[in-house]
Antibody
Framework: QIQLVQSGAEVKKPGASVKVSCETSGYTFTAYYIHWVRQAPGQGLEWMGWINPSSGATNYAQNFQGRVTMTRDASITTPYLELSRLTSDDTAVYYC??????????????WGQGTLVTVSS | SYELTQPPSVSVSPGQTARITCSGDALPKRFAYWYRQKPGLAPVLVIYQDNERALGIPERFSGSSSGTTVTLTISGVQPEDEADYYCQSADSSGTYEVFGGGTKLTVL
C-alpha cells in the first residue's frame, strides 16, 4: 500500500534550520510530485511548495522563498524539506503529500502523518 | 496573493444537511478539492475535481460549483462527520496551490 512516513518531532532554537524527511513506498516515486504543507497550532493548512522527484525541480510558495529548500534522494525514495532562519512563527506540524495534477491544479491523495517542529529558545 | 474564503464554522443537527462554501476569483477556471481533517490527524481527500468523491468517502458527501463559489454538501450528517473541512485550488496562473482557511463543522 502507498505510504508516506515522516521523521520524528524536532525542537529547534530561533535562527536554526530544520530538515524533515518523508519516506515513500508503494508507488513509483518519480511519477508523482511531493508537496509540503504546514499547519500552525490551531490554524489552517498552508501550502509550501513542491518538488519533482524525477528532475529535482522545485516550486516554492512566495511566503517561503529564500528560506526553504526541497530536495530528494531517489535511491531511497525519500524527499526532504529544509527550512532555515526559524522563528517561533514556524512552530507547526509539517506534512508531506503526494500530488496529482489535473488541468493545472494539484491535489493531494496521500499524506504523511506529520512532523511537529517546535521553535523555542 | 490569491485567497480562498470559507466560513469559520457551520453547525447542524444529526440527519440534517450541511453546506460549506468556498469562494475564490479563479474558481471558474480551476478545479477545487475538499479535505476533511480530524484532530491530531492528517487531512483526508474527500472531493476532487469539484464534484467527484474520493475512494472510501460515503455517498452523503457531494461537491458542486457555480461561478466563483464551490460547495461541499453533506446530506444526512452523522456525528462522525464533525471535523475541519478545507477547500484547495490553484491561483489563476496555475503556479501556486492555496487552501481555504477551513470550516469547523459541529454536529449538535
Amino acid at each position: 500500500q502507498i505510504q508516506l512516513v515522516q521523521s520524528g518531532a524536532e525542537v529547534k532554537k530561533p535562527g536554526a534550520s530544520v530538515k524533515v524527511s518523508c519516506e515513500t513506498s508503494g508507488y513509483t516515486f518519480t511519477a508523482y510530485y511531493i508537496h509540503w504543507v504546514r499547519q500552525a497550532p490551531g490554524q489552517g493548512l498552508e501550502w509550501m511548495g513542491w518538488i519533482n522527484p524525477s528532475s529535482g525541480a522545485t516550486n516554492y510558495a512566495q511566503n517561503f522563498q529564500g528560506r526553504v529548500t526541497m530536495t530528494r534522494d531517489a535511491s531511497i525514495t525519500t524527499p526532504y524539506l529544509e527550512l532555515s532562519r526559524l522563528t517561533s512563527d514556524d512552530t507547526a506540524v509539517y506534512y508531506c503529500a503526494r500530488g496529482r495534477r489535473w488541468r493545472e491544479t494539484y491535489y493531494f491523495d496521500y499524506w504523511g502523518q506529520g512532523t511537529l517542529v517546535t521553535v523555542s529558545s | 496573493s490569491y485567497e480562498l474564503t470559507q466560513p469559520p464554522s457551520v453547525s447542524v443537527s444529526p440527519g440534517q444537511t450541511a453546506r460549506i462554501t468556498c469562494s475564490g476569483d479563479a474558481l471558474p477556471k480551476r478545479f477545487a478539492y475538499w479535505y476533511r481533517q480530524k484532530p491530531g490527524l492528517a487531512p483526508v481527500l474527500v472531493i476532487y475535481q469539484d464534484n467527484e468523491r474520493a475512494l472510501g468517502i460515503p455517498e452523503r458527501f457531494s461537491g458542486s460549483s457555480s461561478g466563483t463559489t464551490v460547495t461541499l454538501t453533506i446530506s444526512g450528517v452523522q456525528p462522525e462527520d464533525e471535523a475541519d473541512y478545507y477547500c484547495q485550488s490553484a491561483d489563476s496562473s496555475g503556479t501556486y496551490e492555496v487552501f481555504g482557511g477551513g470550516t469547523k463543522l459541529t454536529v449538535l
